[in-house]
């Protein structure tokens, strides 16, 4: 297996290489669309080739590089089928596992951060995007989320895997990496130890979390799988980089 963790700094975003070694087809789990350039330089440098761009649910704090990667090295478009994307290529629904060369993803729907969440299982590792993050979750105050919904997300289907899965966020905030199953189940403040769902609902009512500032943008530029809205203010130009000539023709 190949393998790399990428960071984009802006959105603190974690974006997955996963390469096949006997087909040199490759899947980017969750690219941001500011470092395309450097995640297309990673893959050729693997000596691999984008197969597929496969996004964990529709972001709110950055714009995906599925449909910009497409329009380079015509990578396919892989989102949950529950959001309906007319821009995907794929579909994706849990049961129904993802085979790209060697290389196997078990989808896992898991709801609660938005309703179109997935996970993914991959060989002795889970990505968890948004569902599960070290120590956190990602909120459930917009996007159809919901904390009892999460809640069981997570103990039903996350916490079921087995205690040495390793678990890659999609986000973290304070430079950590990569966690296990059982160390969320024991040390995860919010959803870890004894939690009970009140207890959860609870905290997550009362994070007081500004309003996402690229929320408004984002969810529309990614519903079309990364388009770069033309009304993006300025301060926000950041969030779409050298992107945004490119994608508004
Ligand atoms: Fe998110």
């Keep these: ?7 984009e700094p802006l959105s603190s ?6 390469g096949c070694e006997e087909t040199g087809q490759a899947i980017l789990i969750d690219p941001v669309i500011v470092e395309v350039e450097r995640d297309l330089a990673e893959i050729q440098r693997l000596g691999l080739k984008l197969a597929y761009s496969i996004d964990t649910h529709i972001h709110a704090d950055h714009i995906t590089a599925a449909l910009a990667l497409k329009k380079k090295v015509g990578s396919k478009i892989a989102v949950a089928a529950y959001d309906r994307l007319p821009c995907a290529d794929l579909g994706i629904e849990e ?4 085979h790209v060369g060697s290389l196997t993803l078990q ?10 969440h997935f996970s993914y299982v991959f060989d002795d590792r889970v990505f968890t995007g948004d569902a599960l993050l070290i120590d ?15 809640y069981k997300s997570v103990w039903e289907k996350l916490f079921r895997l087995p205690d040495e899965c390793l678990v890659y966020p999609a986000h973290d905030y304070h430079d950590r990496r990569v966690s296990s199953i059982l160390q969320e189940k024991k040390c995860n403040p919010r959803l870890g130890q004894e939690r ?47 992107m945004v000539a490119g994608l508004q023709g």
């Design 136 to 150: 956190g979750c990602g909120r459930t105050d917009f996007q159809n989320g919901d904390a009892d919904t999460l």
């Design 1 to 7: 297996m190949i393998f790399r963790q990428l960071f």
């Design 95 to 98: 049961g129904t596992p993802f």
């Design 13 to 18: 975003t974690y974006t997955y290489l996963i």
């Design 196 to 242: 009970t769902p009140e207890q959860f609902k609870q905290i997550m009512d009362n994070l007081h979390l500004p309003y996402p500032k690229l929320i408004d943008f984002a969810v529309l530029g990614n519903k079309q799988c990364g388009v770069c809205p033309c009304d993006l203010p300025d301060d926000l130009a950041q969030y779409c980089g050298h």
């Design 107 to 116: 989808p896992l729907h898991t709801p609660g951060h938005t309703d179109g």
